[in-house]
Every structure is written in C-alpha cells, then in structure tokens.
Nanobody, 127 residues
Framework: QVQLVESGGGSVQAGGSLRLSCAAS????????MGWFRQVPGKEREFVAA????????YYADSVKGRFTISRTNAKNTLYLQMNSLQPEDTAVYYC????????????????????WGQGTQVTVSS
C-alpha cells in the first residue's frame, strides 16, 4: 500500500520560508514523477510543482515560479518543496502525490492525473 507522509508545514510571516518534505513508501519511488498540489477550503486542488522521476526536469505553476523549488532524493524516497518569499495567498494545505503512470512525464497539471495523495500539511502565511 502506497503511503505519502508530508511534514514541514507551519505558520510564517510574509517573506518567510518553509521546506516541506514527503516520505514515500509502498511504491518504487524512482520510477514516478512526483508533485505538490495545494488546496484552500471551498476551492479545487491546485497544481504547484512536479519533478521527473530522474530529478532532471521540473515544472511549476506560474504563481510560484521563481519562489518555490521542488527536488527529490531517490535514495531516501523523499520529495521536497522549498518555499521562499511566501505570501498570504500561499496559505493552503499542501499535498504530496505521484503521477499515476510510472515513467510518465506529460507536464500535466491536472489533479486527475495524479494519485495517491498524502494527508496534507498546513501552511499559513500571515501579512
């Protein structure tokens, strides 16, 4: 059974930084493109960033480009999201996920192309 466990969320002031981690088990981590999504109450889950199974290619939502960096360590089955220059609009629950198909890298931003999902970690940015 696949398990994705996020950590590293918290409360920061605008302009601050946080680093999220996602520990994966139950899947061959090095075969999957991994991603981060976020969601606020009443809104659909929103794509944030994704990284190819090799770690060599990444893509980002325009809203976070230049501020967030996604990375992975395949030897540790761990995904990361370094978030800098955080703004109040970044406040959300952040979810770790994998693309549904191994060795897939379609640069999809649709949540339906990803799964399973972690339980999420709350990020709150105050002004």
């Amino acid at each position: 059974q696949v398990q994705l466990v996020e950590s590293g969320g918290g409360s920061v002031q605008a302009g601050g930084s946080l680093r999220l981690s996602c520990a994966a088990s139950g899947l061959t981590f090095s075969k999957y493109t991994m991603g981060w999504f976020r969601q606020v109450p009443g809104k659909e889950r929103e794509f944030v960033a994704a990284i190819k199974w090799t770690g060599g290619s990444t893509y980002y939502a325009d809203s976070v480009k230049g501020r967030f960096t996604i990375s992975r360590t395949n030897a540790k089955n761990t995904l990361y999201l370094q978030m800098n220059s955080l703004q109040p609009e970044d406040t959300a629950v952040y979810y770790c996920t994998s693309q549904r198909v191994s060795f897939g890298y379609s640069q999809s931003t649709r949540s339906s192309d990803f799964g399973p999902w972690g339980q999420g970690t709350q990020v709150t940015v105050s002004s």
